[in-house]
């Protein structure tokens, strides 16, 4: 998964957010992510593979849960509050969780605020992948 900041600007998507960033990435303290796209390994650039596909949105629902996974840990699960979707180019969505975020997320971060995996040189373009949303239900 990657994520994004300014999901709903008129333009292509946001910019991709590869460290940590308040109302971008899950943040302690915040309650709102945005996410550029899910599949990992496969470059957000690509237009045949921008964006988060319709069916994982569609399960995105209020009274949900998502959780956050990276290298064998998990998250506590959060409650959706409210998902919102940017359909202009891709699919690119923004959750807000019930309450905020608490300390655990910090999970996808590396000591730098660096989100997920490093780069693998050669391949990836550049983007920082590992990091996964479970959706569960109540």
Do not use: W
Request: aromatic fraction near 8%; charged fraction near 25%.
């Amino acid at each position: 998964m990657l994520f994004t900041s300014g999901y709903n600007l008129d333009t292509s998507g946001g910019t991709l957010t590869q460290t940590k960033t308040e109302n971008c990435t899950p943040v302690t303290n915040y309650s709102k992510i945005q996410i550029k796209r899910s599949n990992k390994a496969n470059d957000p650039d690509d237009d045949n593979n921008l964006g988060v596909p319709n069916n994982l949105v569609n399960e995105l629902i209020p009274g949900r849960f998502i959780r956050f996974d990276f290298n064998g840990k998990e998250s506590q699960p959060y409650e959706i509050k409210s998902v919102g979707v940017n359909r202009e180019d891709s699919t690119e969505i923004e959750i807000i969780i019930k309450d905020s975020f608490n300390d655990d997320v910090n999970i996808i971060y590396d000591r730098d605020g660096n989100v997920g995996n490093p780069p693998i040189p050669g391949h990836s373009h550049g983007y920082r992948f590992g990091v996964r949303i479970s959706i569960l239900e109540k």
